[in-house]
């Protein structure tokens, strides 16, 4: 357990660095030119949620009836309903967010993990635009996949949230799990520089979980910020994981 702390911890701290690193080498442009892409994404989709979120709690309470009810009690009927659809819309949002930012940011974080890497280990490839490409490939689809796996796993622990008691740890646990699959992708786009298959990436990372959990632990307290959390999380994150898997443990 100590060393399991000691690494998140690690992973943690790691973003402190990632500003005098980024400052130092002059890498802010790889930040900014994303970042105003994140911007625009962020704002649509949270205009559309908002302007549309009737659509669904209408609906709603029409088929439980709620619109059937008047005076006090039917307020109170159809806020709830709306509420209850809101917050699941929002829910849906925060975790269709982080990967809708990684899958269409892979190009940018491809090339900041590359030059982050140059600058650590010295070595530098050629820029080799068919390699390029499966880089970006293999950070998509392991975005893809790292987003089903996470759904399949908490889904169905949302719906314990509703029983007291235990609500307080199933968040922690839900919590814990999505920082997890965001930071292994996160990791990954380190080992892909190092010429590493999936397979041996997928090992290096499942024994260093909690640097993965580090990792993605602060990249999703970068997204509660509104819009100033996504212009500069996916940077971060990737510059924080190569920093931290750098050190001796």
């Known amino acids: ?63 439980i009836h709620a619109d059937t009810l008047s005076g006090p009690l039917g307020n109170l009927a159809r806020g709830v309903v709306s509420w209850l659809v809101r917050a699941l819309v ?11 930012v990684l899958i269409l940011s892979s190009p940018a974080i491809a090339l900041m993990a590359e030059k982050t890497q140059e600058i650590l280990t010295g070595v530098t490839h050629p820029f080799d635009r068919k390699q390029f490409i499966q880089d970006v490939w293999r950070g998509i689809r392991l975005s893809i996949r790292n987003l089903l796996t996470e759904w399949f796993i908490t889904i169905p622990l949302y719906f314990l949230l509703f029983i007291p008691v235990v609500d307080f740890f199933i968040g922690i646990a839900i919590l814990l799990i999505e920082s997890y699959f965001v930071g292994f992708s996160m990791m990954d786009y ?30 999703s307290l970068f997204l509660a910020i509104p ?13 924080a994981a190569a920093l931290v898997m750098e050190q001796k443990f």
């Open 90 to 100: 929002f829910i849906l949002y925060f975790k269709l967010f982080r990967y809708i």
């Open 227 to 239: 819009f100033l959390g996504a212009l500069v999380a996916p940077m971060l994150a990737v510059v």
């Open 1 to 63: 357990m100590k060393a399991f702390l000691r690494k998140m911890l690690a992973a943690i701290y790691a973003y402190a660095q990632t500003f005098s690193f980024i400052n130092r080498h002059r890498l802010w442009k790889l930040v900014l030119i994303p970042a105003i892409i994140y911007l625009l994404i962020y704002g649509a989709l949270l205009t559309v949620i908002i302007l549309n979120t009737n659509l669904l709690s209408d609906p709603l309470a029409h088929w």
């Open 190 to 219: 380190r080992n892909e520089f190092l010429r590493m298959s999936g397979r041996d990436s997928r090992l290096l990372i499942q024994r260093n979980k909690s640097i993965a959990i580090g990792i993605g632990l602060i990249f």
